[in-house]
């Protein structure tokens, strides 16, 4: 005769402190199985997109808080490019932890508050991350939870996809997975980002180590520019000087990424010069007037364009029977810092809107080059081709979404190229009108005249953001385990179809083991 005692979820106290719960049976003659919970604890920590982040002034007033489309519209909807200028600035804003926190977990607000879910996008990622932490740890479910039907289930037609063992499933049982999120300023550039992924990793990973869990590595997953962060984390700040000591790279188990612009994405050129499409284009800026009064100084956004490895002649414009691709060498001086012609990258005079009368346009150019040259060609030339060793990734492939891979500028008069530049006085993003885009068709000496020129529809599959050529990318290194194409993914919403939630949980538990050989391994 036995008396079983079950284990029943734990709760969490205001300082995270774990309580451990039973419910004590009648006597009877069963067999007893006791399901304990583990102390070793491996936090998973979410990094966002691209405006995917809460900001606040550097004295706490919040201006990008993302708990709702109405509020959204209600702060941005009717702001000008000045006031857009303004308000967000990289050097005077910071990470906002006062979202709204979503319910559904067994968690209190302040303990969720503590693992970052307040710093990011209430109305993108809640729901996800209320799921992923209900999927982790569901120990009370654990014969019956997603990860048993993943042992017969494949989460994906695809290379190096397959159903999980027995084995692989038992083992993640052993470990907490803690579901973290780390917002960020996307208004800097990624490498900041990286460093401040840096600190909270550090601080997560000691919480737990004070409430003497054993805890020493984390798994990151990304969304979008989240991927770029986190690379840039493991791979490129790993090896800097200052943080070598603090084992970056070993600090990560592995990473899932989720619609990553890999290599870039040509509709950031797209946006800078006709502004951002459909209602999100309301709030985050409809014209190039009012995106580039912001992203023209916003390092994190335009190291999203595409890079060299994107490769070249992705610009193309057409002009009766003559073409023309761009790039032929390098994006850096052939379209993102060309100044006259009107297919450069932005309009120097809308760079800087609080300056009406254009006194300081040389020095506004000056800064937006350093921006192009110094973080962002740097960027694009460390990061390439380095991925952590233990990477999963998926992507959108769907013609129903379809993305700019190339970029095509149509014409339908000839002989209408010209030799010579334009001038000051011909900037074509104060022209733009909708889908179009107006150029002098003659020199200012002439009389004055003007071509329209129109962009043609997206045309690569994709997510709707980022087309199959950049999601695909990481296909090719020997690092990356699986890069799974989904169809019917969306790019801002892109964790929130069954299948890519059930693509993610697969890669953790396949991620997850790898404690073989760490000090969170159970030996004997």
Known sequence: ????????????????????????????DSTAVCYMIPTRVIPVIFVPGVM?????????KAVWLLDSAGKMARDWVGKDASVRKMILDPNNTKVHDGGIIPTGTRHSEIELRRRGWGTVSYMSYGESLVWLENALNDFDTCKTGVRSELVSQLVAQAPGVETLTHDEVGLSYKYRFPVHAVGY????????SAKHLHAKIQEFVNHYIKLQFRCEKVILVTHSMGGLVARYYSEVLSQDPDFQAFGLREKVLGIVHGVMPTIGAAAIYKRMKLGIEGTTGLVAGSNAEKVTAVLSSAPGPLQLLPSSEYGMGWLKIKDGNKTMSLPAKDPYSEIYTERQEWWGLIDDQLINPLDPEKKTLEN???????????????????MRGKYH????????????????????????????????????????SNLQKG????????????????????????????????????????????????????LGVE??????PNTTRRFTLWAITKIAQNVKGTSLEYLG
Request: charged letters at 20%.
């Open 491 to 496: 790019h801002e919403p892109a964790y929130t």
């Open 364 to 382: 506004d150019w000056r800064e937006f080059e350093d921006i192009i040259w110094d973080q962002v060609a740097k960027f694009h030339t460390v």
């Open 435 to 486: 889908s179009h885009i107006l150029r002098p068709a003659a020199p200012p000496d002439r009389a004055s005249r003007t071509a329209q020129f129109h962009l043609a529809k997206p045309e690569e599959a994709g997510d709707g953001t980022v087309s199959v050529r950049s999601g695909k990318a990481p296909a090719s290194s020997k690092n990356v385990k699986a890069c799974v194409p989904y």
């Open 52 to 60: 995917g982040s809460n900001l606040t002034t550097l004295d706490n």
């Open 1 to 28: 005769m036995v008396t079983i005692e079950r284990i029943i979820p734990p709760t969490y106290d205001e300082d995270g402190h774990v309580s451990f719960h039973s419910v004590t049976s009648p006597p009877d």
């Open 389 to 428: 060793p233990q990477t999963y990734a998926f992507y959108g492939a769907s013609d129903m979404y379809k993305a700019y891979g190339n970029i095509g500028w149509t014409h339908s008069s000839s002989s209408l190229f010209s030799d010579y530049r334009t001038g000051e006085s011909a900037q074509a």
């Open 185 to 192: 300023n996307w208004l800097q550039g990624n490498e900041d």
